[in-house]
């Protein structure tokens, strides 16, 4: 055993280490945090000291037992884990759970994976920072107590199965209302006027009014006044400006530019941002901060030297306007600027380079710009006080520009072009003056990015809770992301041109909502319930409080005791006030009677989901329930809409001998034809389909499941399913990736694609026991599974199953047997 053992949270990033230390080191995983509160009791001391009952879990137990035994064995252990507050407190819970001595015990912490910073945290270790300690366990119970004692609330007030949370339930709070903004949204139309316009030597150039006309006649007004006009620049003015690059990454601002410039959402940036840091190839992604140490500095000045030349150096100091700064003390960069690119996988290598060009610019020269302003003046027989306008930007220099640009969410921003050479008093000839109608804009709905960025300036949360954050509101169905690409809407357009005036009406797609964050319906119940009795808590001003106390906690400056106390003394009382007292909350909207009995009409949410009801459980006639469509809402369905629902299932007639009805169901509109269930294509209103459509539906149903190939004798068939294109064989589902052509796949294609899985499936085998009918595989994320028929058990990381037996095979399936059956024996006796 070697004299040092040294414990990271992740086997990759001991892996990594492993690498700069020699044989005196043994770097071991703890696989994350070793003790946690326990997942059914509330394991917080509520009546006395606010103490957190931690326990290692059943999983952790073996890691823990290694551990120990190497610790005991060790000279010196090393807790390396993260250096923000919850690595902090996996040190901790190491030192208190492996009963660590002191003596024997260093902590230490480094902002990057590489050979110079690990021997300088060994060269500096110290001890573990309690007050760090007690901000993770301070947000640790916090969220305890909230989530733990407001769940049950909406168990019984709401729906079962239902969760609250101090962060989680804000976030959704604020998709709520910004979904509430854009329903009551009334757009206003006005007249946008553009040109275009013609120099004398033949350059072409657009312009346009500064001002928009709020109606028609004044925009048919404007272009009559240009009938027979001549157009000259009245004004011109040029001024150089200089432009400055964006700081250096922060967690919150990586977020964002991944998804404005890759297209990632906030989990898929911060999972690869972990792998890239755990490869030792960026700082630390969890951070608040935008500074970079001088070490960095130098390191990108020399980059920036050797790959474009001394004029494009500029090292400079970035200050952080988050008020909560914390964590890592670096922005996010690379460990070496002289890497421009890494050997990764294609997400991970995409995801470095928009980190490295960031990290890059912030310290490169500023560009340097020529900004011209041109006022263009109408000459016409009828006064016309309006003057066009022209903005155009020339780079003499473009510096940082070289590297990179920062991304904008503002869909408004109108990029500056060239302008030609002009001069005062020249004459233009004008092409065409157009006055299109346009609408004001609804608020934008949230993107992951957008909201992050929103939470950030609020104050709420921080660079860990983001992720977790977006990842639980939209797994509780609280929010999902967008799937409409929204309607058409027509619009007017005057156009001038050859000295006449035309009219073209158009149409445009408005109110997409594609991949934005929308509020279901009992995402939205949830927060009104919360607002209305536990406005505090969803208060924003109240959830950034509580990060400043944890702020003030980890600095030392408030006992993080004292501070559950006092919150706890007003939260509890009402909580216990609203479960006795509040009345439940459906979310109910009256549309109206009903024509035929005069019964009333409401949507509300029910135990299986949205529904409408005709009648009242008051009734002498029993209620009717029509569950809504995928894309309907409590909120915004009519009473036309919803009495339609009640039209189906509809009978459409037979088709080779079987029956054919169309129905709503849970994923959308569909036809039945027997016993096959065929999707209706996004936008069919079941309602309007008829058998003829059906049966064309079927019949491409039927195409598209017919065989495409026999191979060994068993057909091979091809679908899209929810994770892409794939064949069908020997009840094998075989993903199709994009360097094959899914409309034309060859015999070699669908023969390679099924012995690739056939061979895949074979290396995946660990065991097999054919005459037991048990195997041991691989599984995701470094697990295994036990299979035997429909019966699988997990295994976790740490269990080696290279050497299992038949025996501890046969012994694991049958405890999971057991521990199933007495499970459902409990949930029966509950039930009854």
């Known amino acids: 055993m070697p004299k040092n053992l040294v ?11 492993e690498k700069f230390l020699g044989k005196d080191y043994k770097v071991e995983s703890s696989f994350g945090h ?78 990057e994976i590489t050979k110079k910073a690990i021997n300088k945290a060994i060269e500096n270790p ?51 209302e910004r979904e509430r903004d854009i329903q009551q949204f009334n757009p206003q139309a006005s007249y946008r006027v553009d040109a275009e316009f013609i120099t004398a030597d033949g350059s072409s150039f657009r312009a346009k009014l500064p001002k928009n006309f709020t109606s028609k006649t004044e925009a048919e007004d404007f272009l009559n006044k240009n009938l027979g006009a001549s157009y000259r620049v009245s004004d011109l003015e040029k001024k150089p400006v200089k432009k400055s690059p964006a700081p250096p990454f922060t967690t919150s601002t990586l977020q964002q530019e991944a998804a404005r410039k890759l297209g990632f959402s906030v989990s898929r940036t911060m999972s690869n941002a972990q792998r890239l840091y755990e490869a030792g190839l960026i700082t630390y992604m969890r951070t608040d901060s935008v500074n970079l140490s001088n070490e960095a500095k130098r390191g990108a000045e020399d980059a920036i030297v050797t790959s474009f030349g001394s004029q494009y150096s500029k090292p400079r100091n970035y200050k952080g306007k988050s008020k909560g ?52 003046k109408v000459d ?90 977006i990842s639980t509101i939209q797994n509780r169905n609280y929010v999902e992301k967008g799937s409409v690409d929204g309607a ?48 505090s808590i969803l208060d924003y001003n109240f959830t950034a409080k509580v990060e400043e106390s944890f702020d003030d906690i980890a600095e030392g400056k408030e006992n993080w005791r004292e501070m559950m106390k006092d919150f706890y003394k007003g939260f509890h009382p009402q909580v216990e006030d609203v479960s006795e007292n509040a009345e439940r909350e459906s979310g109910e909207r009256i549309l109206g009677e009903d024509p035929k009995t005069g019964r009333q009409v409401s949507v509300r949410l029910g135990r299986f989901g949205p529904m409408v009801q005709i009648g009242t459980s008051e009734d002498e006639e029993k209620p009717q329930f029509a569950s809504l469509g995928p894309d309907q809402q409590l909120s915004s369905i009519t009473f036309e809409e919803a009495m339609s629902l009640f039209q189906l299932p509809k009978a459409l007639g037979h088709y080779n001998d079987e029956e054919v009805e169309v129905n709503n169901g849970r994923f959308g509109p569909y036809v039945r034809y027997g016993k096959k269930f065929v999707s209706l294509p996004k936008g069919v209103d079941p309602l309007g389909v008829e058998l003829d459509e059906a049966i064309t539906y079927i019949k491409e149903k039927e195409k598209a499941d017919a065989p495409i190939y026999k191979y060994q004798g068993l057909d091979v068939t091809k679908g899209k399913g929810r994770f892409g294109p794939f064949i069908k064989w020997n009840n094998m589902f075989i993903n199709v990736n994009k360097k094959y052509d899914w409309d034309n796949l060859s015999e070699e294609d669908i023969v390679t694609l099924i012995e690739d899985k056939i061979q895949k499936e074979k290396d995946k085998l660990i065991h ?30 740490t269990v080696d199953v290279s050497k299992m037996t038949l025996e501890e095979a046969k012994a694991l399936l049958e405890k999971n047997a057991l521990k199933k059956k007495r499970t459902t024996k409990k949930t029966t006796a509950k039930k009854k």
């Open 768 to 797: 097999v026991w054919e005459a037991e009918g048990i195997r041991v595989e691989k599984a995701r994320w470094g697990r295994h599974n036990v299979i035997k028929g429909k019966q699988k058990v997990e295994l976790a990381k």
């Open 380 to 469: 016409s027989s009828q006064t016309v006080n309006e003057q066009f306008v022209a903005n155009g930007e020339m780079i003499t220099f473009d510096g940082f520009l070289k590297v990179y640009l920062e991304g904008t969410d503002d869909e408004n921003v109108e990029q500056s072009g060239l302008l030609p050479e002009l001069k005062v008093a020249d004459n233009l000839d004008n092409k065409f003056i157009t006055a299109t109608q346009r609408f004001t804009r609804p608020p934008a709905r949230y993107t992951e990015a957008s909201l992050v960025k929103k939470l950030e300036e609020l104050g709420i949360g921080r660079p860990s809770t983001y992720a977790p954050t």
């Open 34 to 111: 070793i003790a946690d509160l326990p997942s059914k009791e509330l394991g917080v001391d509520v009546e006395g000291d606010f103490k957190p009952k931690y326990q290692v879990s059943k999983d952790k137990k073996d890691v823990v037992k290694k551990l120990k035994d190497l610790a005991k064995k060790a000279e010196l252990v090393w807790l390396a884990s993260d250096e923000d507050r919850e690595g902090e407190a996996i040190a901790w819970h190491l030192a208190e759970t492996l009963a660590l001595d002191k003596e024997k015990t260093r902590r230490i912490v480094f902002s």
């Open 126 to 176: 110290r001890s573990i920072d309690y007050n760090l300690v007690d901000a993770q366990q301070a947000r640790r119970v916090l969220d305890r107590i909230v989530g733990y004692e407001l769940s049950p609330v909406l168990w019984r007030k709401v729906k079962g199965g239902l969760s609250a949370g101090r962060v989680q339930s804000v976030a959704v709070r604020l998709i709520v």
């Open 7 to 17: 414990i990271v949270e992740s086997p990759a990033k001991a892996k990594t280490i």
């Open 325 to 376: 700064a914390q964590e890592a003390h670096e922005a996010i960069r690379p460990t070496n600027f002289a890497n421009q690119n890494v050997n990764a996988e294609r997400d991970q290598s995409r995801l470095y380079d928009l980190i490295w060009k960031r990290a890059i610019a912030s310290q490169m020269s500023e560009a340097r710009l020529e900004r011209t302003n041109v006022k263009i």
């Open 488 to 535: 058409e809407r027509s619009y007017t357009q005057l156009v001038l041109e050859s000295n006449s005036i035309k009219e073209k009406n158009l149409s445009e797609r408005v109110g997409s909502d594609k991949g934005k964050l929308v509020p279901t319906d009992i995402g939205t119940i949830v927060t009104d319930f919360l607002v209305n009795h536990f406005e």
